[in-house]
């Protein structure tokens, strides 16, 4: 099972956006048979079955076994990933967006965009993908605003300059700042 599935294709979308199939998703977090997932959701074989068969042509589940109950095979069945990600290419930019202002809120979409979908492409595979995800909140009185992203523009700048170059792995850097909204509840 993969961590993340990315979703570009309008069809596992439409596969996977119906409350009932990400029901019986959720069931199949672990191999189950559709007569299993069917008795946790109250709901008959044949319409978990129906759901299932969906999922497996999108690429959503795949069937990991097969067993013989009762003189009948019967699959059992697995959710490809963990999570699972819709790309916002799946509705495409919909207007003009502005010019590409780097303190602009249509930038930070844009940057968002573009990291989900090269985490969505990383081979997860494979034995070492050497990241790091750094996560916090910093207050910043509004006096103080502007120099608090000259001195963020400026140490990014200073780590772009002292590794960048031709040789070595490669890594992409992005850092988001953007003010925090109210919780929702």
Known sequence: MRDVLYLEQIDQAEALLKP???EVLRRLAEPRSCTEVAALLDQTPQRVYYHVKRLVEAGLVTQVSERRVRGIHEGVYQASARSYWL???LVGRIGLRGT???????????????VQADIGALDRTAPELPSVGVS???????ERRQEFL????STLQDLFTRYGGTEGDAFK?????YPKGEPRE
Do not use: K, N, W
Request: aromatic share 2%; hydrophobic share 40%; with cysteine.
């Open 136 to 142: 916090g909140e910093i207050r910043v009185p509004p």
């Open 100 to 114: 590409r202002d780097e303190l602009g809120l249509g930038y930070l979409l844009d940057l968002m965009e573009e």
């Open 20 to 22: 009932q199939r990400i």
């Open 173 to 177: 850097l992005a850092v988001a700042c």
């Open 150 to 153: 000259s001195d963020l523009r």
């Open 87 to 89: 790309s916002p290419r």
